[in-house]
């Protein structure tokens, strides 16, 4: 249990690191991390949930143009991602994907069945909300992935990162898992 424990705190500073960290200001290195908005913003950038949220025929949806979107399935060069690729059951790897969004700084799961979760991520500053999807096919052992900001043009690589560090905190856990 120990391991297990120190494993998910390893997970979450790594999360933390890449992240938080970049976003904290050198000019101010004592501002707390707990800070969500800036006074008077909160709200003001949170956009809609889109209405192609979610999985039909067996994909997630396409990007839009706009360069703040990633996605597993079927994009172009700009906006493709790699699945995360998993052995094992799909609901251990459902579980770890959720556990793992545990520890993503502002970030809450709102949906998740047994194929499918979204979760919703805000930014530390400005309050930007991203909408992250994994899917999780019964046919393969591979989670698609699609990643979008809900308002403005870019997202400076926030959703391609954050999915980076979900899948190497991913496959961190699993190594974890195999050598206990």
């Known amino acids: 249990m120990r391991s297990i424990l120190s494993?998910?705190?390893t997970i979450a500073v790594a999360v933390w690191m890449v992240l938080v960290s970049p976003q904290i200001s050198s000019a101010s290195p004592l501002m707390s991390v707990d800070v969500a908005v800036l006074?008077?913003?909160?709200?003001a950038f949170t956009g809609e949930q889109?209405?192609?949220i979610g999985v039909t025929d067996g994909h997630l949806a396409a990007c839009p143009e706009s360069p703040n979107c990633v996605v597993s399935q079927g994009a172009d060069t700009e906006h493709a991602i790699a699945p995360?690729?998993?052995?094992?059951?799909?609901?251990t790897a459902l579980a770890s994907i959720i556990d793992i969004l545990s520890v993503v700084p502002r970030t809450e799961v709102v949906t998740k069945n047994d194929d499918y979760i979204l979760a919703k991520s805000e930014s530390r500053l400005m309050g930007f909300v991203d909408?992250?999807?994994?899917?999780?096919?019964?046919?393969?052992k591979v989670i698609q992935v699609r990643a979008a900001a809900r308002m403005g043009e870019s997202d400076l690589g926030v959703n391609r990162r954050r999915i980076e560090q979900i899948r190497l905190a991913f496959n961190d856990m699993v190594k974890r898992t195999a050598a206990e």
């Open 84 to 91: 995360i690729i998993y052995e094992g059951d799909r609901a």
């Open 39 to 43: 006074p008077g913003l909160k709200g």
């Open 131 to 140: 909408d992250t999807e994994f899917y999780f096919p019964a046919d393969k």
């Open 50 to 52: 889109p209405d192609n």
């Open 7 to 9: 494993g998910f705190v």
